[in-house]
């Protein structure tokens, strides 16, 4: 589905300026699909404004005879060993009383007692909403950001997922969350045959790591101290993220191979404990070329976001900047499931602390 809608025009200047927005089904593509579908209507408005357009008045128009992309599973081989699929297996063909009683678990993520995952499970159709809460980070501060990461040999996910557990530990009780599982979308492209990052495709696994909950310091030298420990932190998570994004060899999409009948087990997770406490999915930035609006047609910023999860973490964090632009953060959620008095304002509470920290980076 596309939506156009025509926005007003900057002070000073009479550039047509329109907000499009382009919605798609998580089975059809991806996060980096929208990526590849903005270039090709870039490049499409692009030629339509030459010379030598190859479009006309025909509103008719026939569909390629390119072949589709091959699926993940025919462009890659995702191999799972039998200590991958051996928990999972048995957690879900054993009795429940059997599986708990040998601490098996139909689940390659991990798990802990005190871990947060909002409410279980639910879904009723005439209620289902999706709440969110956009953050806007300026490119002056995105830069130096990026500077500071490279400074600490991090990459800004691994940055960002500590942030986002300083928020989230900040806003919850230790009794209701004492820890964090976060579920992290990882792209398999550069392992797949005849699928580029110029392709809408389906090609994410995910990667899932547990955080403990973290307290910031009011002095000067335990606050100095969590800095040091969110780098080391961070450092982490990047090195665990390319490790996952190394290799097609046991990941968690693997094992969808092994599920007989996707729907009866999709309806099966309903009225049980999520699995993990939030995701987060960067797609990175977007580069529409030299920006030069008086002349031709570009792309100004990004903003990329999901529906709530209903099955997956009660929290969605979507990242997408434009190069050498701002940074878009969108914070989604399934309304009623964050377990919280007031969710709207723990939404802002959480924005709030990940705005001001990752600004306060460029001071460090």
Known sequence: ?????????????????????????????????????????????????????????????????????????????????????????????????????????????????????????????????????????????????????????????????????????????????????????????????????????LCPTAYYELFTRTVQGNTSKESSSMTEALWDAARLTTQNLSQCAGTLNDQPVGLLAYLRNMYPWTRGQVGKRRECSYELSNIMSFNPGLFEPEKIWNIESMIFSQPANVGSGCLNFNVVSRYQGDLTIVISWQAGALDVKDEQLFAENVGNHITTSLQSLDRS
């Open 1 to 201: 589905m596309i939506t156009v809608l025509p926005l007003l025009a900057r002070e000073q200047s009479k550039t047509s300026r329109y907000f499009i927005l382009f919605g798609y089904y998580h089975s059809h593509g991806d996060g980096k699909s929208g990526l590849a579908f903005h270039e090709t209507l870039l490049s499409g408005l692009k030629q339509a404004q030459s010379a030598d357009c190859a479009y006309d008045d025909d509103p008719k128009f026939a569909s390629p005879s390119n072949p589709l992309l091959p699926t993940l599973e025919t462009a890659g081989r995702l191999s799972i060993s039998w200590s991958y699929l051996l928990s999972p297996l048995l957690g879900a063909y054993l009795p429940s009383f059997v599986a708990n009683s040998l601490g098996i678990r139909a689940s390659a993520t991990p798990e802990a007692h005190d871990q947060w995952t909002g409410k279980k499970t639910f879904f009723d159709p005439e209620a289902y909403q999706t709440r969110l809460k956009v953050l806007s980070i300026e490119n002056g501060h995105v830069q130096k950001i990026l500077q500071e990461c490279r400074k600490h040999d991090i990459k800004f996910t691994g940055l960002l997922h500590q942030i986002i557990v300083q928020a989230l530990s900040k806003e919850l009780p230790p009794e209701k969350a004492g820890c964090f599982v976060s579920q992290t979308a990882v792209d398999l492209r550069s392992h797949l045959k005849g699928i580029t990052d110029s392709d809408m495709a």
